[in-house]
């Protein structure tokens, strides 16, 4: 079967902005891992005649078409009555429906609401997709020869649920999972999506795996996917491709798929049974944040000194003043002393410190807004510092995260 399928997200409020689609992201990396081609996806808003025009031209172009959002109990949760609609079928309620939302409202100590027993009504010879989770159950239908509808609720965590219970084995036992795409995404830090293609470019040429360059929040990441007949085929296929890359990309990469900075500077600290604390300033507690955001860090993460005020900077972290006044907060000397301030504070094997301009104001002609330092003390006391430019401002948030991750990288490189 070479099938295609498309996901049709259902809600005016995606086009407003005021939610996230993460669904229709789910849907298609779950639709890939199943090797299901994916060509298109639609966003339309709760209107009767714009799904219907969604509808007539996605059966044109996909046999799979999946839907979310509009299976609720109000005016304004139309799916199913206009696929009914537009299919020619009638609605029909389902008395054990019916029973199963009674029931769930009961457990919650509520009575359920006239409105919600809309939700027991689907399309004349339509399966029931159960929902384990919430009111809405979605259906399997076949309206057409070829097609199939499925329909989700738009609550992702109840999505989810519906796919993987009972959408993905629905998929499997009607056969149209033959392959399957498996993706590993390796990840950068310190080096531009660019400067990464430029030196894996024959890579990039490859037919099956792929390989494409991605960037994201002053990260760059290379996906290498491969097609195959089973997962452990596809990963054959992947793992010479992505060794041949690390030789040429080194500790460029500090990780894989869900890897994040923090966890792998985590990873190397607690191989050498070493201990780190930080010193903030600009940064705000964001990469003690990052640090602790990781299960298990305190095996290795002490605490760390929000040093905002120069103040803090001189009383907690024994900055000296003299190097503030002629030198400035934000400059390679105070980093260093505010790395080496923590260190000796907290009594750790290393110590981080980031002192910067994260904007929009507070900028000089000579430190524009953007201008980081970072510093690291090293289990012989010794401080380093490390200078950034993170220009093109796209905010506080901006510069703050790409500190904090600069930080942590540097950290990595020397634990490596």
Known sequence: MNNSAEVICVGSELLLGDILNSNAQF????????GIPHYFQTVVGDNPERIKQAVAIACDRAQLLLFTGGLGPTPDDLTLETLADFFGAPLVEHPELVADIEAKFI??????????????????GAAVLPNPQGTAPGVIWHPRPGLTLMTFPGVPREMQAMWQATS?????????????????????WGISESAMAERVADHLQLGNPTVAPYASHGEARLRITARAESKAAALALITPVEQAIRVLVGDDCYGT?????????????????????????????????????????????????????????TALLGVESTVLATEGAVSAPVA???ALGVQAQLNTD???????????????PTKPVG????????????????????T?????????????????????????
């Open 168 to 188: 993905a084995p629905y998929l499997h036992q009607q056969g149209w999972v033959n392959a399957t795409l498996v993706s590993r995404m390796l990840r950068f």
């Open 27 to 34: 849907l298609a990396k779950e639709l890939a891992a199943l």
């Open 257 to 313: 798929d869900d890897d994040t900075l923090a966890a792998v500077v985590g990873q190397l600290l607690g191989q050498r049974q070493q201990i780190l604390s930080v010193a903030e300033s600009c940064t705000g507690g964001g990469l003690g944040q990052m640090l602790t955001t990781v299960a298990g860090s305190s095996t290795y993460f002490r605490g760390g000194v929000i040093a905002y005020d120069n103040g803090v900077k």
């Open 107 to 124: 457990s919650r100590g509520r009575v359920m609401p006239p409105s919600n027993r809309k939700q027991a009504r689907l399309p004349q």
């Open 392 to 416: 093109g401002f796209r905010g506080r948030d901006w510069v703050r995260h790409l500190s904090a991750c600069s930080a942590l990288d540097h950290l990595r490189r020397c634990l490596l």
């Open 336 to 338: 260093e002393q505010m």
């Open 371 to 390: 201008l980081v330092y970072i510093g690291l003390a090293t289990p012989e006391h010794k401080a380093l510092s490390f200078k950034h430019e993170f």
């Open 350 to 364: 290393w110590a981080l410190s980031i002192t910067g301009i994260a904007g929009p104001g507070g900028d000089t």
